[in-house]
């Protein structure tokens, strides 16, 4: 019977889609105890390595969540958490151990997954998201589970949740996902709700989810539903990186090495790429993995591109008004080094010098275009990353030091809300001066878009060049 249950109680064995995962020893107990006693809501969001979790108090005992924390809980876990931390293992995806490869299941667990009905005899509220499809080019799906704090009153408790997602296309092949919570003792006059949010990724399809939940008295509180993994009219030109049918974990890990891409054997292309890693809020002081997310996400579909074969990159903050990482004509992009690069990046914080210097953020634009601009000569100069608006632009006098340009530049304007900030912002008004092209990116049909003009526009000026050259020998 303990090795049965050790089958769903593998918490530790790897991060997944959802994972919950509060490791004390990583990042230290959350002490609530200081904290008013009236009925609030605590959000702690895990942010996966890019700082510490971020706690907001809300006025309710129930939490919402924000559109934009709704999105980074695909590719992150969200706990939302009522007067008390609970310990959440990392959801496990589950290997079969049983003959033919089958996951051995407990009888009254596999019989509550195969009845498909609805049980509450732990009360709880499950909530189905709608798979959605991330600049990953993955589908992300998940769910919401809301449990009123009265289940748990009195003493600590175990949460085991258990659930299978099939695919329309492989009903005999099953994807079954489990994961444990610890439950702290909950005071018996405590009010609100615990709230939990899990996630894995779709390849295009139709699914079928059951799930369940259950805590150490076998009370179980179950749902199913079915989930459509379907392109919109605007994405069908997209290829899905998953498979028809395929259910995976979520990707947890941002900055995974990248797989080998088989470069087109016609002559390559030399791309130089200037990204500032900063919030799409300037005066924010954390940059929020969903934003993170999407920046990666932007530099991936540059570096999958068969006919770029060199790579420079300059990432930057203009916050801190420094560059964080730079590598130089390289065959790949080191996605590792990079974020372990961001780890530095430190907002919120003012260098008392360059407070005191008028426009120093202005002369740090200027001067990294200049220096960046002027470096060899690339195919293309490609500027990605937020909207940077300044109390001072570029002077054109600065820009005019470099001379003609004789390459292409892009900016690749990364703007989850354009309506809000629809101006131009100083790096476009830089591009702009190089007569150059601006891209904005909202969803992943823009940069897929986005990449594809990208990769023509160089494609036109390097035979220009080449018939230029040839026409005047």
């Given at each position: 019977m303990s090795r049965l249950r050790a089958l769903y109680n593998r918490g530790q064995q790897g991060s997944a889609a959802g994972a919950l995962a509060l490791e004390p020893t990583a990042r230290g107990a959350l002490d609530f105890a200081n904290h008013s006693p009236r009925p609030v809501a605590l959000c702690v969001m895990?942010?996966?390595?890019m700082g510490e979790p971020v706690i907001r108090k809300e006025k309710?005992?129930?939490c919402f969540v924000s559109p934009a924390a709704r999105q980074f809980r695909r590719l992150r876990a969200v706990a939302v958490?009522?007067?008390?931390?609970?310990?959440?293992h990392s959801?496990?995806?589950?290997?079969?151990d049983g003959p033919g490869g089958h996951v051995i299941l407990f009888n009254s667990d596999l019989a509550i997954l195969e009845a498909g009905d609805p049980r509450s005899d732990l009360a709880c509220s499950v909530t189905p998201d709608r798979p959605a499809l991330g600049f990953d080019l993955r589908f992300h799906a998940g769910y919401d589970v809301s449990v009123p704090l009265q289940e748990f009153?009195?003493?600590d408790?175990?949460?085991t949740i258990l659930f299978r997602v099939t695919s329309q296309d492989h009903q005999a092949e099953p994807v079954y996902f489990t994961q444990r919570v610890r439950v702290p003792p909950i005071d018996s006059d405590a009010k609100g709700f615990a709230t939990l949010q899990g996630a894995f990724d779709l390849g295009p399809g139709n699914y079928h989810v059951d799930w369940l939940m259950r805590d150490r008295s076998e009370r179980v509180c179950s749902s199913s539903w079915d989930s459509g993994a379907v392109l919109t009219n605007r994405e069908k030109t997209l290829q899905p990186s998953l498979a028809i049918g395929a259910v995976e974990r979520s990707v947890t890990e941002q900055f995974q090495e990248e797989p080998p891409v088989r470069r087109s054997p016609s002559p390559s292309m030399n791309v130089r790429i200037l990204i500032n890693f900063a919030p799409?809020?300037?005066l924010a002081s954390t940059l929020q993995p969903v934003e993170t997310s999407a920046l990666v996400s932007i530099l991936r579909g540059i570096s999958r591109e068969p006919r770029f074969g060199k790579f420079s990159l300059v990432a930057f903050n203009m916050q801190d008004q420094r560059v964080i990482f730079r590598q130089d004509d390289a065959d790949r992009i080191d996605f590792p080094a990079l974020g372990d690069a961001l780890q530095s990046i430190r907002l919120g914080t003012v260098d008392y010098h360059k407070l005191a210097e008028k426009h120093s953020d202005t002369e740090f634009l200027a001067s990294l275009i200049r220096q960046e601009a002027g470096a060899g000569h690339p195919d293309a100069l490609i500027f990605a990353g937020p909207k940077i608006m300044l109390d001072s632009d570029i002077p054109s006098d600065s820009l005019k030091k470099l001379g003609d340009i004789d390459f292409p530049v892009f900016y690749m304007n990364y703007n989850r809300n354009p309506q809000a900030v629809p101006w131009q912002d100083s790096i476009g008004k830089a591009v702009k001066f190089f007569r150059g092209y601006e891209y904005t990116i909202t969803e992943p049909r823009d940069l897929w878009l986005a990449v594809n003009e990208i990769v023509t526009h160089i494609v036109k000026s390097r035979n220009e060049r080449s018939a230029s050259a040839i026409s005047s020998r």
């Open positions: 895990l942010t996966g390595g309710r005992s129930l958490l009522a007067l008390a931390p609970f310990a959440l959801q496990t995806l589950l290997t079969g009153a009195g003493s408790d175990v949460l799409q809020n300037s």
